[in-house]
T-cell receptor, first 110, second 114 residues
């Protein structure tokens, strides 16, 4: 079983839609979590951190459920420019080992 | 300010040849990660270093793969001999250890073994 698992998608949604991605992690000792965004043929880049109390950055909301070991990302009012692959990340260990999920692909259409 | 620099950007080689991928992390970052990305397996962590010391190489697929970090500003990932199944995009990333912070990725090396 992979340490971080995501639904690969693709999620095909119209502009303006709300879409949510979930991610589960198996290492209960993971202490930090992030969402990264990866555009086609580009490197991953940090989208946002995920805090225990949940956090919001504009149209993006991230949540963490430690009891069930999953994190989520909600995108409201989807834009064409949101089309990308979204990778969730769990960090564990004393040296901050970053483990990525395989990513969820989002396609926003007009 | 320069980000993580990887070279080459693209590499096409014949099966059996040695391949060396290079990475220069961001100055001041003391953790360095090598990842491999394929459609089938996603982004896999191969090995990571802290202060130039390999911490965890459990993701290295087999003995054909080796990685070194001789100093804080340079790391290599070597495949010898290469095989077609090694074809993938190889990313290097660096971060500042001590507090959990953003990992910055290089643009990757797209390796094709024919």
């Amino acid at each position: 079983r992979k340490e971080v698992e995501q639904d690969p998608g693709p999620f095909n949604v119209p502009e303006g839609a709300t879409v949510a991605f979930n991610c589960t992690y198996s290492n209960s000792a993971s202490q930090s979590f992030f969402w990264y965004r990866q555009d086609c043929r580009k490197e991953p880049k940090l989208l946002m951190s995920v805090y225990s109390s949940g956090n919001e950055d504009g149209r993006f909301t991230a949540q963490l459920n430690r009891a069930s070991q999953y994190i989520s990302l909600l995108i409201r009012d989807s834009k064409l420019s949101d089309s990308a692959t979204y990778l969730c990340v769990a960090v564990s260990g004393g040296y901050n080992k970053l483990i990525f999920g395989a990513g969820t692909r989002l396609a926003v259409h007009p | 300010d320069a980000g993580v620099i990887q070279s080459p950007r693209h590499e096409v080689t014949e099966m059996g040849q040695e391949v060396t991928l290079r990475c220069k992390p961001i100055s001041g970052h003391n953790s360095l990660f090598w990842y491999r990305q394929t459609m089938m397996r996603g982004l896999e962590l191969l090995i990571y270093f802290n202060n130039n010391v390999p911490i965890d190489d459990s993701g290295m697929p087999e003995d054909r793969f080796s990685a070194k970090m001789p100093n804080a500003s340079f790391s290599t990932l070597k495949i010898q001999p290469s095989e077609p199944r090694d074809s993938a995009v190889y990313f290097c990333a660096s971060t500042r250890q001590g507090r959990i912070s953003e990992a910055f990725f290089g643009q990757g090396t797209r390796l094709t073994v024919v």
